[in-house]
């Protein structure tokens, strides 16, 4: 338990540390919780990437799948989401790779599969991580695509099947199955 005076500390302590108080520093704060944009909230390509490539790719999703309305649009930009994650995490796996050889030569820094990879190296087990995010970035692109491909064939007036979904609990198994 904390006395008086410990708690009487806390709260002066709390009051020197506000925060960033500059556009800089709150636009600093932000990307904290993002190191390595695999998961990023927002799609937009980082200062690594290309923005064309990015719209480009887009461009061309929309153009291939022709989504009408806006849950067919958005359904199209959750596969252009996926794809493009998928892209950075290519890029961040043969960073990996590359970055022992790196250390030999003092690359520039921005080099994308370097920075990605350095963002990458101090975890533990980064090659499974990696793949764990690969799995859930494909699933993601699959469970969008294939459900925009149920709706417009439903739009075609095509008999669709309900969507198969299922969900396995391994609790209570036998024994020899768990």
Do not use: I
Not at 24 to 50: C, P, Y
Not at 85 to 98: D, S, T
Request: one cysteine or more; a negative charge; glycine letters at 6%.
């Amino acid at each position: 338990m904390a006395t008086s005076r410990q708690v009487a500390a806390n709260r002066a302590n709390a009051r020197k540390s506000t925060g960033p108080k500059t556009a800089a520093g709150k636009a600093v704060a932000a990307g904290n919780s993002t190191r390595h944009a695999l998961l990023a909230a927002d799609l937009a390509a980082t200062q690594d990437e290309d923005a064309g490539a990015l719209e480009a790719l887009r461009a061309d999703f929309t153009a291939e799948l022709a989504p009408a309305g806006p849950l067919e649009a958005a359904l199209c930009e959750r596969v252009v989401s996926a794809l493009w994650r998928l892209r950075r995490l290519q890029v961040a796996e043969v960073g990996l790779f590359n970055l022992d050889r790196a250390y030999l030569y003092e690359p520039d820094e921005r080099t994308p599969d370097l920075a990605a990879a350095r963002t990458l190296n101090g975890s533990r087990d980064t090659l499974a991580v990696l793949t764990r995010y690969e799995v859930t970035l494909e699933r993601g692109l699959y469970a969008a695509l294939h459900e925009l491909q149920r709706l417009q064939a439903a739009r075609a007036g095509e008999d669709v099947p309900a969507p198969a979904a299922l969900d396995v609990n391994v609790h209570g198994l036998p024994e020899s199955l768990g």
